[in-house]
């Protein structure tokens, strides 16, 4: 059972379209990151989400901490074939000293 | 600046057999953490150690075992390899023990036959 659920797992769109990626757990998390990884390369950290219901731009990239720090989502507005990739959610539980990854979502993004 | 290196870049190995995995993290950091990446999946949480010691140990076997040295470097070993220790494995370090970020490297790909 994977701590963080990610949706969709994979996702081929045209360029210029919008998606929403959504990470959802049952667990409080004291603050949630975005990661998005190439082929071949490690994770490359995107933002960090701390408040809950903290909204956060970068670019076209928007992201939202749910209210209860439960969830979170990722929108992209009129998206590139530069964003396609595998972008990760990821986050610290509230005690422990554990470090998760979500399930992934894979991004095509279609010329 | 340097980032988060690793070493080897891949390795081919056989089952039964142990493998040392290295990493340097950026200078100043002092907490570096391992992860296990399996094709298509995201990574999974090996360890995490700051200042030298162990601050968090994910579900991994014992055949799992990992250190930190004075300079902040460290080495991820496996032993007694299976064919589903095949994987992409994550070295990612930060300025704290807090997790706030991490800088990843590109990973060893190691492959267990």
């Known amino acids: 059972t994977q701590l963080l659920e990610q949706s969709p797992q994979f996702l081929s769109i045209q360029e210029g379209e919008n998606l929403t990626v959504y990470c959802n757990s049952s667990?409080?998390?004291?603050?949630l990151q975005w990661y998005r990884q190439e082929p071949g390369e490690g994770p490359v950290l995107l933002v960090t989400v701390v408040t809950g219901g903290e909204v956060k731009k970068l670019k076209r990239l928007t992201f939202q901490f749910g209210d209860a720090r439960k969830d979170s989502s990722l929108h992209i507005t009129a998206a590139q074939p530069g964003d396609t990739g595998l972008y990760l959610c990821?986050?610290?539980?509230?005690?422990?000293?554990?470090?998760?990854f979500g399930t992934g979502t894979s991004l095509t993004v279609i010329p | 600046d340097a980032g988060v290196t690793q070493s080897p870049t891949h390795l081919i190995k056989t089952r039964g057999q142990h493998v040392t995995l290295r990493c340097s993290p950026i200078?100043?950091?002092?907490?570096v953490s391992w992860y296990q990446q399996v094709l298509g999946q995201g990574p999974q949480f090996i360890f995490q150690?700051?200042?030298?010691?162990?601050?968090g140990r994910g579900n991994f076997p014992d055949r799992f075992s990992a250190r930190q040295f004075p300079n902040y470097s460290s080495e991820l070993n496996v032993n007694a390899l299976l064919l589903g220790d095949s994987a992409l494995y994550l070295c990612?370090?930060?300025?704290?023990?807090?997790?706030?970020?991490?800088?990843f490297g590109s990973g060893t790909r190691l492959t267990v036959v």
């Open positions: 150690y700051y200042e030298k010691e162990e601050r």
């Open positions: 200078s100043g950091h002092k907490s």
């Open positions: 990612a370090s930060s300025l704290q023990k807090g997790n706030y970020g991490y800088t």
């Open positions: 990821a986050g610290p539980q509230n005690t422990g000293n554990q470090f998760y």
């Open positions: 667990s409080v998390f004291s603050s």
